[in-house]
Nanobody, 123 residues
Framework: VQLQASGGGLVQTGESLTLSCRWS???????IAWFRQEPGKEREAVSCISGADESTYYTDSVKGRFTILKDKVKSTLYLQMSSLKAEDTAVYYC??????????????????WGQGTQVTVSS
């Protein structure tokens, strides 16, 4: 699996931004997620779509502001981000758990990664 993330940029507080992650191969039944990492901090799972039932996961800090979408036709995962805050500033990565019918439970199972895309929210 190859993943390519894009869409990052510099925005103002309160603005919106949509990230895209295009994948190669078939990921219809695999969990796919967005992670982010700030300098000096551990990478955290931001949002995820289950490969088993397409249920979604959001970390508490982004609930109500971010929406994850999986377009199987376009082989693209999106992260729609709104009401952005300075603390959303990070490098965002997409990643896949290549297990069949994988779910958004154990994020250490996500071993296939795309390159990051920088999101900077300026106040």
């Amino acid at each position: 699996v190859q993943l390519q993330a894009s869409g990052g940029g510099l925005v103002q507080t309160g603005e919106s931004l949509t990230l895209s992650c295009r994948w190669s191969g078939s990921l219809d039944y695999h969990a796919i997620a967005w992670f982010r990492q700030e300098p000096g901090k551990e990478r955290e799972a931001v949002s995820c779509i289950s490969g088993a039932d397409e249920s979604t996961y959001y970390t508490d800090s982004v609930k109500g502001r971010f929406t994850i979408l999986k377009d199987k036709v376009k082989s693209t995962l999106y992260l729609q981000m709104s009401s952005l805050k300075a603390e959303d500033t990070a490098v965002y990565y997409c990643a896949v758990d290549e297990g069949y019918l994988s779910e958004c439970r154990v994020f250490t199972f996500f071993t296939s990664w795309g390159q990051g895309t920088q999101v900077t929210v300026s106040s």
